[in-house]
């Protein structure tokens, strides 16, 4: 078998359980879709107390729909190693013969497939109930900038996945402190401007902070004027990124799982 | 009694250890105070780019600010005794050896809750002081009512305590639930009880869930005697109550919780036993 089809199979076998898994238990979709809906329900009340404009309310949907992917990045795509020593299932993906990046790969795929359910749902009903106002005029732009945000993120994702071969206990620390800082950085709910131009800028490290500012001005009518950059150059900003951390995520998954052996970490639970 | 304490002190260092000796002491810090005053700040950012600045409505300012920063306590206790059934069951695998130790199981949770407790109001009164010294939040010290403050904070404290201990139960029953429930209760808190934004926002079937829920009538108690003075008391919905029947209502739903949160857990105890499911390890 050629290598290209056997990390193809691999890639396919990750992602089948994470396409399938989570339907077997229906209560979770539940929970996937209406949970965010409360957090996104009061900043909405948060935004009306203050009587911001009707656009705020599409803004903080878009942000909570989009931190679906964000969570699911951080705990079921850099974290997931962490997980799978943990259970005892990573030394069998060492023994494997596919490549490390093929396991990841379908990690992406399945999660961004599932994900996209959630943040789906969460956009239509929040949609639905709070009455976003939207107006796409170009949706083949607006379907690219998505696609190049995800790709973006998960390759960030799958960056930080090497680290967390050689981390213990600080790993899932990690993710956790990189929520609302990231929320935060990123302007989830809120324009990124607002945060001064260079602070933007470092922030723009993080693919999604761009995906979002772009994303807002394709959706949304008048929202030129809380922009940070033009969506299309924020567009070709996010493609050298996914290609960048999609490098990086290969190098450094070599030369920390090499670290992790010579440490004798790749075994180690509870730490 | 001598035991039960022995038992809580051992609990609270058992917590102390799995929450902080996984890193470097400054490191552990930097953790501890970041998220939250990110989660802050956020909150604060949506309110400069509506209002400007934090002196446009002052009081809106402060009544955000001080609803959020003492809700931690809610998010982060809550979050942490929930999270100690997942982790001493599935994580570590110990629940069953304590649940056979000679000690009572609900005091060794409450036992766990202390670090949290701990760390959360270190990162609160970190979170105030940045809003004092750096965003101008205006607390006059001169006038807080201590005495009010110190009150609420253990009512409303012991309350947190019990909903989680409540849901710790349903936990015992649940498999890979833990994270959703824990996001639920706190999302429909944060919504409901008035936290950044005063209820009558709300729809009227919303205000009346916050004023069935404890924490609406704590977290305004707690910012009545933090705020004394600046006529806080006009803006959250509850202007009609005096700080007495505000306490009261507080005193009488938490002593309701108090009740259903033994009931649930000793019911979903007995299940969980019946069921085979204290050692139960879902991989998760």
Same mark, same amino acid.
């Given at each position: 078998?050629?290598?290209?089809?056997?990390?193809?199979?691999?890639?396919?076998?990750?992602?089948?359980?994470?396409?399938?898994?989570?339907? $077997?238990?229906?209560?979770?979709?539940?929970?996937?879709?209406?949970?965010?809906?409360?957090?996104?329900?009061?900043?909405?009340?948060?935004?009306?107390?203050?009587?911001?404009?009707?656009?705020?309310?599409?803004?903080?949907?878009?942000? *909570?729909?989009?931190?679906?992917?964000?969570?699911?990045?951080? %705990?079921?795509?850099?974290?997931?190693?962490? %997980?799978?020593?943990?259970?005892?299932?990573?030394?069998?993906?060492?023994?494997?013969?596919?490549?490390?990046?093929?396991?990841?790969? *379908?990690?992406?795929?399945?999660?961004?497939?599932?994900?996209?359910? $959630?943040?789906?749902?969460?956009?239509?009903?929040?949609?639905?109930?709070?009455?976003?106002?939207?107006?796409?005029?170009?949706?083949?732009?607006?379907?690219?900038?998505?696609?190049?945000?995800?790709?973006?993120?998960?390759?960030?994702?799958?960056?930080?996945?090497?680290?967390?071969?050689?981390?213990?206990?600080?790993?899932?620390?990690?993710?956790?402190?990189?929520?609302?800082?990231?929320?935060?950085?990123?302007?989830?709910?809120?324009?990124?401007?607002?945060?001064?131009?260079?602070?933007?800028?470092? *922030?723009?490290?993080?693919?999604?902070?761009?995906?979002?500012?772009?994303?807002?001005?394709?959706?949304?009518?008048?929202?030129?004027?809380?922009?940070?950059?033009?969506?299309?150059?924020?567009?070709?900003?996010?493609?050298?990124?996914?290609?960048?951390?999609?490098?990086?995520?290969?190098?450094?998954?070599?030369?920390?799982?090499?670290?992790?052996?010579?440490?004798? $970490?790749?075994?180690?639970? %509870?730490? | 009694?001598?035991?039960?304490?022995?038992?809580?002190?051992?609990?609270?260092?058992?917590?102390?250890?799995?929450?902080?000796?996984?890193?470097?002491?400054?490191?552990?810090?930097?953790?501890?105070?970041?998220?939250?005053?990110? /989660?802050?700040?956020?909150?604060?950012?949506?309110?400069?780019?509506?209002?400007?600045?934090?002196?446009?409505?002052?009081?809106?300012?402060?009544? =955000?600010?001080?609803?959020?920063?003492?809700?931690?306590?809610?998010?982060?206790?809550?979050?942490?005794?929930?999270?100690?059934?997942?982790?001493?069951?599935?994580?570590?695998?110990?629940?069953?050896?304590?649940?056979? /130790?000679?000690?009572?199981?609900?005091?060794?949770?409450?036992?766990?809750?202390?670090?949290?407790?701990?760390?959360?109001?270190? /990162?609160?009164?970190?979170?105030?002081?940045?809003?004092?010294?750096?965003?101008?939040?205006?607390?006059?010290?001169?006038?807080?009512?201590?005495?009010?403050?110190?009150?609420?904070?253990?009512?409303?404290?012991?309350?947190?305590? =019990?909903?989680?201990?409540?849901?710790?139960?349903?936990?015992?029953?649940?498999?890979?639930?833990?994270?959703?429930?824990?996001?639920?209760?706190?999302?429909?808190?944060?919504?409901?009880?008035?936290?950044?934004?005063?209820?009558?926002?709300?729809?009227?079937?919303?205000?009346?869930?916050?004023?069935?829920?404890?924490?609406?009538?704590?977290?305004?108690?707690?910012?009545? /005697?933090?705020?004394?003075?600046?006529?806080?008391?006009?803006?959250?919905?509850?202007?009609?109550?005096?700080?007495?029947?505000?306490?009261?209502?507080?005193?009488?739903?938490?002593?309701?919780?108090?009740?259903?949160?033994?009931?649930?857990?000793?019911?979903?105890?007995?299940?969980?036993?019946?069921?085979?499911?204290?050692?139960?390890?879902?991989?998760?």
């Amino acid at each position: 078998m050629s290598d290209w089809l056997l990390n193809y199979r691999a890639m396919v076998g990750r992602a089948y359980p994470r396409i399938l898994g989570p339907w $077997r238990e229906p209560s979770w979709v539940l929970f996937d879709i209406f949970l965010p809906l409360l957090g996104i329900a009061a900043f909405i009340f948060y935004y009306r107390s203050m009587g911001a404009p009707e656009v705020f309310t599409g803004f903080v949907v878009l942000g *909570g729909a989009m931190t679906a992917f964000w969570i699911n990045v951080l %705990w079921s795509m850099a974290a997931q190693f962490y %997980w799978e020593k943990e259970t005892g299932n990573l030394q069998l993906y060492m023994l494997a013969p596919m490549s490390r990046m093929a396991v990841l790969a *379908g990690m992406a795929v399945g999660g961004m497939f599932f994900t996209s359910v $959630r943040a789906v749902s969460t956009f239509v009903l929040g949609f639905l109930i709070f009455n976003v106002q939207i107006q796409v005029t170009e949706p083949l732009a607006l379907m690219a900038v998505f696609l190049v945000t995800l790709i973006a993120i998960y390759g960030m994702g799958m960056m930080f996945a090497s680290l967390y071969l050689v981390w213990g206990r600080g790993a899932m620390n990690f993710s956790t402190l990189m929520q609302e800082p990231i929320y935060l950085v990123s302007g989830f709910y809120f324009p990124v401007r607002q945060l001064g131009f260079w602070v933007a800028a470092a *922030g723009s490290i993080i693919p999604i902070t761009l995906g979002l500012d772009a994303m807002r001005q394709l959706m949304f009518a008048g929202s030129d004027v809380f922009a940070f950059l033009t969506w299309q150059f924020e567009l070709v900003v996010m493609v050298g990124l996914a290609a960048f951390f999609l490098l990086l995520a290969r190098f450094s998954l070599s030369y920390m799982e090499n670290l992790a052996k010579r440490d004798g $970490r790749l075994t180690l639970r %509870w730490q | 009694m001598r035991e039960q304490f022995r038992t809580l002190k051992y609990a609270a260092w058992l917590g102390w250890q799995i929450e902080s000796n996984w890193t470097k002491p400054w490191l552990f810090i930097v953790y501890s105070i970041a998220k939250p005053i990110s /989660a802050t700040l956020i909150l604060v950012l949506m309110y400069l780019v509506i209002l400007s600045s934090s002196l446009t409505r002052p009081d809106i300012f402060a009544f =955000m600010f001080i609803g959020n920063a003492f809700y931690m306590y809610v998010a982060q206790v809550l979050f942490g005794i929930v999270m100690v059934i997942h982790e001493d069951r599935e994580h570590y695998q110990t629940l069953k050896l304590i649940y056979i /130790a000679p000690i009572s199981f609900y005091v060794y949770i409450l036992g766990r809750a202390v670090p949290k407790i701990v760390i959360t109001t270190i /990162a609160i009164l970190i979170t105030l002081a940045f809003g004092v010294f750096v965003l101008g939040l205006d607390i006059n010290f001169a006038t807080v009512n201590w005495a009010l403050l110190a009150l609420a904070m253990i009512v409303g404290l012991m309350c947190i305590c =019990m909903i989680g201990v409540a849901l710790a139960g349903v936990s015992f029953l649940t498999a890979k639930h833990g994270m959703g429930i824990n996001e639920g209760i706190a999302g429909m808190f944060y919504l409901f009880c008035g936290v950044v934004f005063p209820i009558t926002v709300l729809p009227q079937w919303g205000q009346a869930v916050g004023l069935g829920i404890p924490i609406t009538y704590w977290l305004e108690i707690v910012r009545r /005697a933090v705020l004394s003075g600046s006529g806080v008391e006009n803006i959250g919905g509850l202007q009609s109550y005096s700080e007495t029947e505000i306490f009261l209502f507080l005193l009488i739903s938490c002593a309701l919780f108090f009740a259903i949160s033994l009931a649930i857990f000793r019911y979903a105890d007995r299940l969980a036993r019946k069921k085979g499911k204290l050692d139960m390890t879902t991989s998760y």
